[in-house]
């Protein structure tokens, strides 16, 4: 074990909760540490929202997308009579960064019981929403934005988002066993739902460390991997700034550290914090 793992492995034990793996890519090579058996591919909740951002960052690279597009002009042969007025102006853009109007924790699945929501017709029932505010005016953190995502992926490409990123990403990466929580009508959830296994999900990071190459081979543009950073799309600036990174409820979390040369993600249920020693760590 590196003693980097040895130190997140006292860190963790220390923080309290359970810790299931922790997974760490440094200069290429990747480890990771069990804490505690858990089943193999394990709910990632709202990292997996970083696995839409690269989706639509490979529908950006092949000039199918752009950032300013108007969500009713994407879905103008599917729209609904009467929708508030303040749809006209949600852009992708608005949707990434979680500007888009819709109420705070909207079609949170992981806390509600979707089967009474009383249709099976999650998309239509996002664009009968009643926005809170005119997008772009505020922020509001919401799973409705984001499976509004999936759905945008899926009318770009034709496919829905865990196939289209199967062949472009999952297989290219080496990813074994992987789900996805989907809507009623197959569809992704896209915000959350993506389970998969902790040295997988370490495999996003060390593809946006790398600038979008893995091992040799261009996956992603370079040029997407600044916008994430620069826009925030879901890999925020943190631990003083040292790491890029997106978590997810329970205590998930995928770092990379590009100082460091090093990608770290963890699994685990009600993990405390080990952020702060991702922060003192020193070689």
Known sequence: MSKYLEYLTEAAQKAGGTFYKITEIHKGKIETVTLKPGNACQNSYSVAKSFVVTAIGMLYDAGLIDMGERIVDIFAD???????????????????????????GYLDIDAIDASKLGTDDYLTYLFKTKLDFVPGEKWAYSDAAFYLLSRVVSKKSGEKVDDFLWTRLFYPLGYREMAWSKCPKGYPIGATGLYIYTEDMAKLGELYLRGGVWQGKRILSEEWCEITRKRGYEFHNICSGKAYGKGGAFGQMLLYIP???????????????????VTLWRE
């Open 259 to 277: 100082e460091q040369e090093r990608v770290v993600a963890w699994h685990s249920f009600g993990g405390g914090d080990l952020l702060p020693a």
């Open 78 to 104: 599917e729209l609904p009579e009467g929708m508030d007025e303040k749809w006209q102006y949600m852009t992708v853009h608005h949707a990434m960064t979680h500007t888009c109007g819709f109420p705070l």
